[in-house]
């Protein structure tokens, strides 16, 4: 029979039993009380001692729980604390990282197939592990890390809810990530290029991309409600980060504004077909495919032949060091600093979080680096 201990300085009785394998256990009973000590620490000791399943372990914890406090124990399966975790997000994170949180979890509960359907207590750190591993087969490691950083979420906000005794995740090593590079910047004939080659609303939003420094997904929902013309300056909220920021009109994108139809409506778009876009998918691929075939256009890119590479959309992507409209934002980075402007004003400009960010979007030119070389001094 188990009995019970109490450590010196504790208020809280410590069963002692004995498992199936004849080892003798200690596990503290969380309780004052010596009854209900003794009943916990003979539960702990029957359920060491036969086979059980998590959920039948579960069962007798909830029955346990029932007795002592009169209250039952919170039990839900994965995809519905998926589904009420996904609610609590709605409203305190970003348009876009909640896409993020959706696609990680979706990934989650289509790898557990019907385990998603049980007990989330009946979840391990090996499920979590294959988990892991499964990705790494099919996305890059960066992509692999992402996906488990929100299954860490979930599953810490599960154990904070009382809903599971230990975190599966807690365990789990991140997958080596691949050295950060720092990704190709726009030449000034480059950009020259692109801007002829575009029609009026991409023209404009490459005017902002390279002018105000920021995100497609941004540019494309900007309406006139975000410019100030009288003060000079554009507000936004970024949809990756929720970082609220005021960034001064530059003397080219002043002109670049003022030949937009601003209308009479002060929440109208400044790039319609743009908006259109990303307010009915959430997202900005399709902008970004027209980007890309608008590079293509012009020798920029290569242009995709939708031909079938026969390893289906789960394949992993093979690293690019294509340019983007991302690009644009290094491009402004990158001319910021060679311009001289502190790396500290050039990061506030653009809206990075930290220096170590802001510094991947650095791509100093050659130029540059000569002009650096003949300002050494003479010896």
Known sequence: MASLWKREHSKYWTACFTDKNGRRLKKSTKEIDRRKAQKIANEFEAASQRRQTAMQVRKVIAELHKEITEEDLPMLTVREFVERWIGRKTNSVGRATLVFYKGATNKLLSFLVERADRDIGEITRDDITAFRDNEAKRVAPRTVNHNLKCARMLFKDAKRDNLIPEDPTEFVEAVRAEPKVRLPTYSLDQ?????????????????????????????????????????????????????????????????????????????????????????????????????????????????????????????????????????????????????????????????????????????????????????????
């Open 191 to 379: 950009l020259k290029a692109l801007i002829s080659a575009a029609d009026e609303e991409w023209r404009s939003m490459i005017y902002f991309g390279i002018y105000a420094g920021q995100r497609l997904g941004d540019i494309a929902r900007l309406s006139w409600d975000n410019v100030d013309l009288q003060s000079n300056t554009i507000r936004i909220v970024t949809g990756k980060t929720g970082r609220s920021q005021t960034i001064p009109i530059a003397p080219t994108l002043r002109e670049q504004i003022e030949k937009l139809d601003a209308g009479d409506d002060p929440s109208q778009p400044l790039h319609p077909r743009a908006y259109k876009i990303v307010e009915e998918q959430g997202k900005t691929g399709s902008l970004s495919v027209q980007f890309a075939a608008l590079l293509a256009s012009i020798g920029l890119r290569e242009k995709k032949t939708h031909k079938s590479t026969g390893k289906g959309r789960a394949a992993r992507r093979e690293g690019s060091n294509a340019l983007t409209f991302h690009s644009l934002r290094r491009t402004a980075t990158t001319l910021l600093h060679e311009a001289g402007i502190p790396a500290a004003v050039a990061q506030e400009f653009i809206g990075h979080d930290s220096a170590e960010m802001h510094s991947l979007y650095v791509s100093v030119g050659s130029e540059a680096i000569r002009d650096a070389a003949a300002k050494l001094p003479i010896l």
